[in-house]
């Protein structure tokens, strides 16, 4: 199974202050993906990205928070000044695909899960 | 909007027990349906799918029936194990390149030995 990692696995930060969360890529995912699960409730749907720009992206996803991938390396999301109400678990996902003759192909919804960075805003 | 709807747990059994966890959507069109396991202090796994309406998924002795008439997906397996103690979601998502995940409020299962 095509794995996704995430660091930190922990960030612990305080109100107001900046994070960069990072999701570890493999070579041929493409479709990447920010979910959150706030703790004990369900997880959130926060932003998609594709070619270096973004698909999709939700309510939740305000002006403070911001993602890249520069130069094809690590995808980050960006806090750029936390409140307390950000503290979650986020999710990297990210989609296996393979470009063939006619385009891409592979399974378009099944969605690789990283392990999570547990974020605590103080 | 979409939507996915989960029995509220914890659900508690004993080893060998029979399990189901209901699970039904509001979409419009033709989703795809998902359940995702969550392990204590890990990710979200896919468990199993369907892609269309009667198709079955199974994995792990896990199965569950994509149902159009009812707008159901629930989660049965016919004995469970402690080792099977998580959190259980059930998910959506349409097949277009790229589709988001909605995701269901996941219920816990507690089976004890």
């Known amino acids: 199974e095509p794995e996704v990692t995430q660091t930190p696995s922990h960030q612990v930060t305080q109100m107001g202050q900046e994070v960069i969360l990072r999701c570890v890529p493999i070579s041929n995912h493409l479709y990447f993906y920010w979910y959150r699960q706030i703790l004990g409730q369900k997880v959130e749907f926060l932003v998609s990205?594709?070619?270096?720009?973004?698909?999709?992206k939700s309510e939740i996803f305000d002006d403070q928070f911001s993602v890249e991938r520069p130069d094809g390396s690590n995808f980050t999301l960006k806090i750029r000044s936390t409140k307390l109400e950000d503290s979650a678990m986020y999710f990297c996902?990210?989609?296996?695909?393979?470009?063939?003759?006619?385009?891409?192909?592979?399974?378009?919804?099944?969605?690789?899960f990283g392990p999570g960075t547990r974020l605590t805003v103080l | 909007g979409n939507s996915v709807t989960q029995m509220e747990g914890p659900v508690t059994l004993s080893e060998e027990a029979f399990l189901t966890i209901n699970c039904t959507y509001t979409?419009?069109?033709?989703?795809?349906l998902f359940w995702y396991v969550q392990y204590p202090g890990e990710g979200l796994q896919l468990l199993l799918k369907?892609?269309?309406?009667?198709d079955k998924g199974s994995n792990k002795g896990f199965e569950a029936t994509y149902r159009k008439e009812t707008t159901s997906f629930h989660l049965e397996k016919g004995s469970v194990q402690v080792s099977d103690s998580a959190v259980y979601f059930c998910a959506l998502s349409y097949n277009n390149a790229g589709n988001m995940l909605t995701f269901g409020g996941g219920t816990r299962l507690m089976v004890k030995p």
């Open positions: 979409a419009t069109g033709y989703p795809s």
């Open positions: 990205f594709y070619n270096n720009e973004i698909s999709e």
């Open positions: 996902a990210a989609i296996l695909t393979v470009v063939g003759r006619g385009g891409l192909t592979g399974s378009y919804n099944e969605q690789f």
């Open positions: 369907a892609t269309k309406a009667d």
